[in-house]
């Protein structure tokens, strides 16, 4: 079992930046791939970025590329997400989520562990 903690999210600005952390505990963070997806009312949730194991594979959504970096501190068992040049599209609920295997990094089917999620509303 993992059990997942996220943090960071809040009001900003369009334009402005947040980090996103998500800390893991249970078992050991390096045996698990990660990712970030978001939600808003009404809509399904949403892929956003995705790292392997090790770290050395990244995914991103279009809507994203460019300005979000996902990374992971597997010492410290946490997860990040830097979100860069907000738009208010990007307001949403932000789940951290985890998965021991996975064939489609961007189906939220595939993740095992999710955390309760972090608002992040960006005001135009």
């Known amino acids: 079992q993992v059990q997942l903690v996220e943090s960071g999210g809040g009001l900003v600005q369009a334009g402005g930046s947040l980090r996103l952390s998500c800390v893991a505990s249970g078992r050991t963070f390096s045996s698990v791939a990660t990712a970030w997806f978001r939600q808003v009312p009404g809509k399904e949730r949403e892929f956003v970025a995705f790292?392997?194991?090790?770290?050395?594979?990244?995914y991103y959504a279009e809507s994203v590329k460019g300005r979000f970096i996902i990374s992971r501190d597997n010492a410290k068992n946490t997860g990040y997400l830097q979100m860069n040049s907000l738009k208010p599209e990007d307001t949403g609920l932000y789940y951290c989520?985890?998965?021991?295997?996975?064939?489609?990094?961007?189906?939220?089917?595939?993740?095992?562990?999710w955390g309760q999620g972090t608002q992040v509303t960006v005001s135009s």
């Open positions: 790292m392997s194991r090790g770290g050395s594979t990244t």
């Open positions: 989520a985890a998965a021991t295997y996975l064939t489609s990094y961007d189906q939220s089917r595939e993740y095992n562990y």
